[in-house]
């Protein structure tokens, strides 16, 4: 079993910065793929960012492509999110998630197997 724990979230203006944590104690997922996924009031989660376990391949969905940037530390037990240019439409609960590689296979089909409680984001106009 994996437990996922994130901090980081809050409100936000406009085009600021914040920076998402999330991490993974149990089991050994420094070589899991890991990610992180969002659901916004009355919206289906849907996902954000994905991590590989190796060659450091990540993805992102198009929403945040360019704003968004997915790192892990050297241990590869705790993922991170920076987000920078915040907007309003990217006010959600944002979910660490972990699951199968690679990291190109997450998206509206596959968002991950173990998910954490989630950390709320609210960017204002």
């Known amino acids: 079993q994996v437990h996922l724990e994130e901090s980081g979230g809050g409100v936000v203006q406009a085009g600021g910065s914040l920076r998402l944590s999330c991490v993974a104690s149990g089991r050994d997922v420094s070589s899991t793929a890991m990610g992180w996924i969002r659901e916004a009031l009355g919206k289906e989660r849907e996902f954000v960012a994905a991590d590989s376990w190796s060659g450091g391949s990540t993805h992102y969905s198009d929403a945040v492509k360019g704003r968004f940037t997915i790192s892990r530390d050297d241990a590869g037990n705790t993922v991170y999110l920076q987000m920078n240019s915040l907007k309003p439409e990217d006010t959600a609960v944002y979910y660490c998630?972990?699951?199968?590689?690679?990291?190109?296979?997450?998206?509206?089909?596959?968002?991950?197997?173990?998910w954490g409680d989630g950390t709320q984001v609210t960017v204002s106009s």
């Open positions: 998630a972990a699951g199968g590689g690679p990291a190109t296979g997450w998206g509206p089909n596959y968002l991950g197997d173990y």
